[in-house]
């Protein structure tokens, strides 16, 4: 039986004055995959971000396995959680294979490495690499954070942005794994693909929750609209 693993209750983020997200109410089990979509400014960013516990402020209810992000150790966080930003980036221009050691699971790294056809880029610092074999070696590092993917949580913001279609594809099929071994994956996509891939899809707008639907219970041309590419 599936458990939930994330539960948020009036989720609010205000910034300089200005409400970010109102009041979400949310819930996601193991097994599960959600893509979040709407246009830029909806508010998608943060809440990714409130829920791998790097908005303080924010206020509300959040827990993750049952642990409030917002009050357990960053390090106790990272056993159960990995986030990928929209445009991760790395102080030190470390070549791939020596980036791989920041992982806990350096195998897997190299598993990921070898599942984004990056074999031979292993010896090339960071800064030598093209956009999206640079977002690809940062997804790596996502992806084997998690060891055993069961009861863990991957939060991926704009993951297939500046990835060509095979790369996508390895992307799609990651998160599937994912949710088939017991993980629940949260993505924030202008991707239509990616979308449609999902289990569910959250529609935010403004900061509020519009609509949490099957992707079959959405025509096509409305979640184009949706995701905000009008």
Sequence with gaps: ??????????????????P??????LEVLSGHSLGIVGPNGAGKTTLLRS??????????????????????????LSEFLSYLPQNPACAWDFTVRDFGELSTHPDLFKHWINRFKLNEKLGSPLSQLSGGEKKSVHLSLAFSLLGSPFKKVLLLDE???????????????????????????????HDLSLAQSCKEILVLEAGRVIQKNAPADISPSELIKLIGNK
């Design 51 to 76: 829920l791998a516990g790097l908005i303080p402020h924010a206020r509300g209810t959040i827990s993750i396995e049952g642990k409030n992000t917002l009050s357990i150790s960053p390090i106790l």
């Design 159 to 189: 993951p297939t942005a500046a990835l060509d279609h095979d790369r996508a594809h390895v992307v799609a099929l990651a998160i599937q794994e994912f949710i088939e071994a017991g993980a629940a994956v949260l993505c924030a996509t």
């Design 20 to 25: 970010i997200l109102k009041e979400i109410n």
């Design 1 to 18: 039986m599936n458990s939930v693993l994330i539960h948020c209750s009036k989720l609010s983020v205000e910034q300089q004055g200005s």
